[in-house]
């Protein structure tokens, strides 16, 4: 009986995280033309100009389309985990939650980086060497998406947070300026 149980759960477990890549997906895909306007607002207040690079429409739903496949190997992992016993509801949980928010953080700074000239292998290592603010960025937004109308309500929020990340971790990545040894007082 209790391994159906911890079956049970995981099953309901991957199917949540399921549902939450999947409508995280179509959220970015329809919402594309707005979120693209909270990123273009957040950049020129944030001073500077707007990065002149452009996210196709095509380009957009290939992303989601992406990341909802993503979501389902996702899901099928965590309901793999889910029915390890004794903790296999834990780890289900916590699985699906890790590696949605790392995809969504992942796709929420892809605009940002992609205006600023960065291919997907440039994002990646760009991510990799700030894993513990991307992770905590896509883990505490996935978190609230998983609240009912979370993702409608914390998406704006979310872009304006990612656009604001991405600088940053671009930022940290430029070399800092050095003083003209010429230049002295």
Do not use: C, H, N
């Amino acid at each position: 009986m209790p391994v159906q149980v911890s079956v049970a759960v995981a099953v309901v477990v991957g199917s949540l995280a399921l549902a939450a890549s999947t409508f995280v997906g179509l959220t970015l895909a329809v919402g594309e033309p707005f979120y693209a306007k909270i990123w273009r607002e957040t950049e020129l207040m944030l001073g500077g100009s707007v990065p002149d690079g452009e996210l196709s429409a095509w380009r957009a739903t290939r992303d989601a389309v992406v990341l909802m496949g993503v979501g389902v190997a996702a899901s099928v992992a965590v309901v793999v985990a889910g029915t390890v016993p004794l903790f296999g509801t834990v780890i289900g949980g916590v699985l699906g939650i890790a590696v949605s928010g790392w995809m969504l953080a992942g796709d929420l700074l892809a605009r940002p980086l992609e205006a600023r000239g960065l291919d997907a292998a440039q994002r990646s290592e760009l991510t990799r060497g700030a894993r513990s603010e991307v992770f905590g960025f896509g883990v505490t937004a996935q978190a609230l998406f998983l609240v009912p109308l979370g993702a409608v309500v914390v998406m704006p929020a979310a872009v304006v947070g990612a656009t604001m990340l991405a600088r940053d971790l671009v930022a940290a990545r430029e070399p800092a300026p050095t003083a003209d040894p010429s230049e002295t007082f």
